[in-house]
Structure formats: C-alpha cells, structure tokens
C-alpha cells in the first residue's frame, strides 16, 4: 500500500488542504473560505473542512493508498478547551473519509505553528506569524511548546492586517478633522475603496450592503467568503504602501505593533529557555509579513527580538503555510523530511 500525507491550514480568512505522497508529490490540493470555529461555531468549522477533504475521500482511503497522517494547523486553538473542541472536530472529518477502523495519526497546533514548522528544519524556534490577526509561537529542543498572544485584541493582543488597516482607519478618520496630522492613508483608502470622504467608509460595515472592492485583494473574486469587518483587513497592505511612501503615521502604525509582537517573540524565546547568545530561527510568517513592502514592520519585530537574543537567525516565510502542516504530518507519521522531500512539498504547495 502506498502512504499518502495531509495538511491542512485552517485559517481566519482562508483554509488549504494539500494531501502529498511519501516523497512530497501533490495528490489533492484545494482552497476554501475561513474555517476558524470560534467564528463560525463546532458545524460551521467542520462543514468547511469537510468542503475540502469530502469530495476526495475515494483518493485518501483507497485500497491502494491511504493517509498515513494529518498535520492541523488551526486558528482558534488557543486553550484546552479549544484543543478539546478542535479534536472531536478534525477526528469527526478523518473518520467520515475512513470509517471509525482506520484513524491515521493527527496532530493539531495552533496555526501559527505552521509558519515554525515551514521555516525551520524540525520545528524548534520561534515565530511570528502575522495573517488576519498576530500569533507568536515557539517550541525549544525538549520538544516544548509555547503560545504568546494570537487569542483576542480584547487581552491585549494584534499585530495582524485587520489590526493594521483598523489603525489607518483611525489615523485617516482623526486627520479628517484635524485631530492628528494629514496621512496619505486617507487617500489611498478613499481610492482603493471608491469614496470620497473617509466617513463613507461606515456604508462597507451596515450588514447587507457590498464590501469594498479592492484592487488585487478581492476576496470575493478568489471565490473566499467573509463578513464585512475583515474584509477591511484588505486595506493593511496600503499602509504599507503609505510607509514607503514615507508617511510617518503609516511609519508608526508598523513601528507599534511591529515592536509589540517582538516583545511576545521575544519573551517566548525567554521562557523557552533560549539563552541569549544562542542561535534559533526566528519565522517571520503570514500573510502580512510575507507581502510586506515596506521594512518598518519587519525591523521593529526583529530589533525587540535581537535587543535580548542578538544571534536568531530572522527569516521571512517563502512557502505557503500549508507546508507546515504536512511536514507535520510527516512528522506524526513518523517518517523523516529529507531535503528531497521538503522541496517536492514546497513545489506541490507553490501557487495555492
């Protein structure tokens, strides 16, 4: 019987699942809408994921080759309780696809995780991971993992685009009146969302009436499906583009919540127990960060980092998240990644 692999990225704004044979070449792959459980509830959750995996069930548990095993990467599982919800959600998927007499070996980690398992060669490190919302994780050479934020902005956590392009809401909207200085934001905005006065931007969040139809970010187009608030999060890559155009509240926007998310890494390389003077991988993954066009962000994430840890070693993310998840698999499976194999899954996850 030959063995096949699966991953799948369970995200706020999209969900991937890319199923790969032991020596990492594509099988199944495919994109959906977002699968985060804390939004859409246990059934909505598992309704998207079934989505996916469902239609290619014949393929993932034929006689002649099957799922060896799964790796998750799942926005949401932030707590025990949402492992426990997060377990009985992904086994219910598994054995729809096998039946309840074959149950390949799972393993389920906060999404951010993905990011770490992508860009380091076993997982050990730290990450940030920087897509709708921000996430730092790591795991040290013990096998110890930590999560430092990625929850809710309510406990004091963000960094992500949506918090991002929130931010250059607020800048334009206190330039509007003359309570902050003047930002090229506004008119990026205005432009990108067809208005002419910042103000109008309120008519995008009434349920019911269409959302902004951004230029080369339209989520509708890509066939993902969202409510009206995060699809403002499209608007974060302009306050990039206002940055390097110089703009200094742009510049602090990404300066504040850059340095923000290198104090969560940073303290998880302390309580993983990295010493000062040691040298791990710092991932710098998501969305945001991968498409970023402007260094501001970066650099204040990797100077918070390296003002106590100057030897990690910052690399920003070039793969699709979803590798991560199947060298997890891999990794469950118990079958060990070859630089072979990492590159073949690279080139089956490329263009997703």
Not at 67 to 78: I, T
Not at 254 to 271: H, I, K, N, P, Y
């Amino acid at each position: 019987m030959n063995g096949l692999i699966a991953g799948i990225d369970s995200g706020n704004t999209k969900t991937a699942f890319l199923c790969v044979t032991t020596r990492g070449e594509v099988v199944v792959r495919g994109v959906t809408g977002p699968s985060n459980y804390q939004t859409l509830g246990r059934e909505g959750c598992l309704g998207r994921l079934r989505s996916l995996v469902q239609p290619h069930a014949s393929i993932l548990a034929s006689e002649s080759s099957r799922v060896l095993g799964w790796g998750f990467g799942l926005a949401g599982l932030d707590r025990p309780r949402d492992r426990e919800v997060l377990d009985a959600i992904t086994l219910e998927l598994v054995t729809g696809v096998f039946g309840h007499g074959h149950c390949p070996q799972r393993m389920l980690q906060n999404d951010a995780f993905l990011s770490l398992r992508a860009g380091s060669d076993d997982g050990v490190g730290v990450a940030v991971s920087a897509g709708t919302s921000g996430n730092c994780v790591g795991m040290n050479r013990r096998g110890e993992r930590l999560q430092i934020g990625g929850i809710a902005a309510e406990l004091g956590d963000g960094g992500g685009g949506f918090d991002i392009a929130i931010a250059g809401l607020k800048a334009a909207g206190r330039a509007r009146d003359g309570r902050a200085p003047k930002t090229l934001i506004s008119d990026l905005y205005m432009s990108a969302m067809g208005i002419s006065d910042i103000a109008d931007v309120v008519d995008f969040m009434i349920p019911g009436n269409p959302g902004p139809d951004i230029p080369g970010e339209n989520a509708a187009a890509a066939g993902i499906e969202q409510p009206i608030p995060p699809l403002i999060g499209l608007l974060a890559p302009l306050v990039f583009q206002a940055a390097a155009m110089g703009d200094i509240p742009a510049r602090n926007i990404l300066e504040t919540f850059g340095r923000d998310l290198g104090v969560s890494a940073r303290v998880a390389a302390f309580r993983l127990g990295f010493r000062p003077g040691e040298e791990f991988p710092l991932v710098l993954g998501g969305s945001v960060l991968q498409k970023a066009t402007e260094p501001t962000y970066r650099n204040a994430i990797v100077g918070e980092v390296c003002s106590m840890f100057p030897n990690a070693s910052p690399l920003t993310l070039s793969d699709h998240p979803v590798v991560g998840a199947v060298l997890m698999g891999f990794d469950v499976a118990g079958i060990p990644v070859t630089p072979a194999i990492r590159s073949a899954v690279s080139i089956a996850a490329s263009g997703m």
